[in-house]
């Protein structure tokens, strides 16, 4: 798939993905291609009916849409994205933006509580990449971009949608970057 990032600032699309299952799902459809709706319920820890009812949701928005290589009997959904950013959005809608993060932090902390909660079940050559890092900076905004765009050209060229030679032994991973000021923190300086 050619990358497709577009920039959501719909209040109706942010709405949409103001739900942990969606976002969920919607990073499932992006990293593990095709899949049903029973498909994304496991993968995510729902209900079948429940995961269709949100893929529906997703499809009303041109987020994902049915896939044509099901045989009829099985109805896969793909994604139409490989991410997306939220630039631009109108003051009036920044509360819709603001559920959306919060749900996007409800579900990076979710899956980090699993992955902790099964760890012991995790190869120890996964156990021994897996990372949770914390860097207390000090930047500027326009620091703090730079180092944002050079992570971002990092990470970019192993998005599973985008990517041309996927070896085998390769996981699906979740990487999370929560960057943001500590206004007040420092104030005595």
Same mark, same amino acid.
Request: proline share 5%; glycine share 10%; charged share 15%.
């Given at each position: 798939m050619q990358e497709n990032r577009p920039n959501l600032a719909d209040p109706g699309v942010l709405d949409a993905l103001s739900h942990p299952v969606r976002l969920d !799902?919607? +990073?499932? #459809?992006?990293s593990a291609g095709p899949a049903t709706a029973s498909q994304c319920a496991r993968a995510v820890g729902d209900t079948p009916s429940n995961?269709?009812?949100? #893929?529906? !949701?997703? /499809?009303?928005?041109g987020l994902v849409e049915p896939d044509? *290589? =099901? $045989?009829g009997r099985s109805r896969p959904w793909?994604?139409?994205?490989?991410g997306f950013t939220t630039d631009g959005v109108d003051p009036a809608d920044l509360a819709g933006l603001d559920r959306m993060l919060s749900a996007s932090v409800e579900l990076d902390h979710h899956? @980090?509580?699993e992955y902790?909660? +099964?760890? $012991?079940? !995790?190869p120890q050559v996964w156990r021994d990449v =897996?990372?949770?890092? &914390?860097? =207390?900076?000090?930047?500027?905004? *326009?620091?703090?971009a730079e180092v944002v765009e050079r992570l971002d050209a990092v990470v970019r060229p192993y998005i599973q949608a985008t990517r041309q030679r996927t070896p085998t032994d390769a996981e699906h991973?979740? @990487? *999370?970057? &929560? /960057?943001?000021?500590?206004? +007040?923190f420092g104030a005595d300086r």
């Open positions: !799902v919607l +990073g499932y #459809l992006a995961c269709s009812y949100h #893929l529906r !949701v997703l /499809a009303s928005h044509p *290589s =099901g $045989d793909r994604t139409t994205i490989t899956l @980090l509580r902790l909660r +099964g760890r $012991d079940a !995790v =897996g990372v949770h890092a &914390s860097y =207390g900076l000090a930047l500027t905004p *326009s620091e703090l991973v979740h @990487l *999370s970057l &929560s /960057a943001f000021p500590r206004l +007040g």
